[in-house]
């Protein structure tokens, strides 16, 4: 049974960074291209940025610059940098394998940018 569980996320200041981690278990974690998601209230969940099994990174024009994601294929975990925080990007973040989500999502980690 796939399972997913983040961390990572807090209040921060504009400005402000934030490094999320995503530990993956129940799956073939490193042969997946993975992804980070996240929803904002009122909003539908979007892809923020992902990353092939080999390394290849792509990203949202609103992550690009600001946020990097990488992986573990040993720890099977997938990690966002996130510097130069904005209030926008307040939400609650989530990793999935990308393309074709699992239907699971776990529980997310809360992002809060205020100051």
């Known amino acids: 049974q796939v399972q997913f569980v983040e961390s990572g996320g807090g209040l921060v200041q504009p400005g402000g960074s934030l490094r999320l981690s995503c530990a993956a278990s129940?799956?073939?974690?490193?042969?997946?291209?993975m992804g980070w998601y996240r929803q904002a209230p009122g909003k539908q969940r979007e892809l923020v940025a992902s990353?092939?099994?080999?390394?290849?990174?792509t990203y949202t024009d609103s992550a690009k610059g600001r946020f990097t994601i990488s992986r573990d294929n040993a720890k099977n975990t997938v990690y966002l940098q996130m510097n130069s925080l904005e209030p926008e990007d307040t939400a609650v973040y989530y990793c999935?394998?990308?393309?074709?989500?699992?239907?699971?999502w776990g529980q997310g980690t809360q992002v809060t940018v205020s100051s």
């Open positions: 129940g799956m073939a974690f490193s042969i997946y291209a």
């Open positions: 990353i092939r099994n080999g390394g290849t990174t």
């Open positions: 999935n394998r990308h393309p074709f989500p699992y239907a699971y």
